[in-house]
């Protein structure tokens, strides 16, 4: 068990809904990172965020977007679902100097029809 | 810009021989170098990671990895498998243009055969 919690662990919606998938950082750790796992993608790099502030942002789409709240725990909101976004939706924490590694939690499967 | 590449798509090694799974990267500066095992319906999780000092790594559950920057690579190694190390592993890199998250690599299936 890394720490990390993600909620929900399993997500079906349809087309053009909006979501919000969940996350709880470890214990101290005061970043949070969303990653994107798909087939045909693998694994990408979404969003950082430090501390409630952004802190870097990856190939996310303008559909999605992510805050970071004062109790640290981190939410990503999908809008406008397209069949492309069903994946799984990785968070990590901790790595918040460059040489430490990251955590991650089990993972939102997100499947749209 | 940083890349990390792992060649195989798929290991099958059998059990109690050694495996190799193999990573090379590409970063501007100083490499910072991962390895993560995903279990099936997992998260990843951490085995080991190059920041710098010695070449070879010591990880999680007897794996290690050896660094070469000559030849940029970071392969991962077991003396000897179990079958319980089937998983699929992915080699990272950190950003190097300041950021903290990974590039991972397209990951390879290693397959121990009882």
């Known amino acids: 068990d890394s720490g990390v919690t993600q909620t929900p662990k399993h997500l079906i919606t349809a087309t053009g809904q909006r979501v919000t998938l969940r996350c709880s950082p470890r214990?101290?750790?005061?970043?949070v990172y969303w990653y994107q796992q798909s087939l045909d993608q693998g694994l990408q790099f979404l969003i950082h965020?430090?501390?409630?502030?952004?802190?870097a942002k990856g190939n996310i789409l303008e559909r999605f977007s992510a805050q970071q709240f004062p109790d640290l725990h981190s939410e990503l909101n999908l809008s406008s679902l397209e069949l492309g976004d069903s994946a799984l939706y990785f968070c990590?924490?901790?790595?918040?100097?460059?040489?430490?590694?990251?955590?991650f939690g089990p993972g939102t499967r997100l499947t749209v029809l | 810009a940083q890349s990390v590449a792992q060649p195989e798509d798929q290991v099958n090694v059998a059990e109690g021989n050694p495996l190799t799974v193999k990573c090379t990267y590409s970063v501007s500066g100083n490499p910072y170098l991962f390895w993560y095992v995903q279990y099936p319906n997992r998260g990843l999780q951490f085995l080991l990671k190059y920041i710098t000092g010695d070449n070879l790594v010591k990880g999680s559950y007897g794996f290690e990895a050896e660094f070469n920057k000559s030849q940029t690579s970071f392969h991962l190694k077991k003396p000897s498998a179990l079958v319980s190390d089937s998983a699929l592993y992915f080699c990272?890199?950190?950003?190097?243009?300041?950021?903290?998250?990974?590039?991972f690599g397209t990951g390879t299936r290693l397959t121990v055969i009882p």
């Open positions: 214990s101290g750790d005061l970043s």
């Open positions: 990590a924490s901790g790595g918040d100097q460059t040489y430490n590694e990251q955590f």
């Open positions: 965020y430090y501390n409630g502030e952004e802190r």
């Open positions: 990272a890199v950190r950003d190097d243009a300041g950021a903290n998250n990974l590039f």
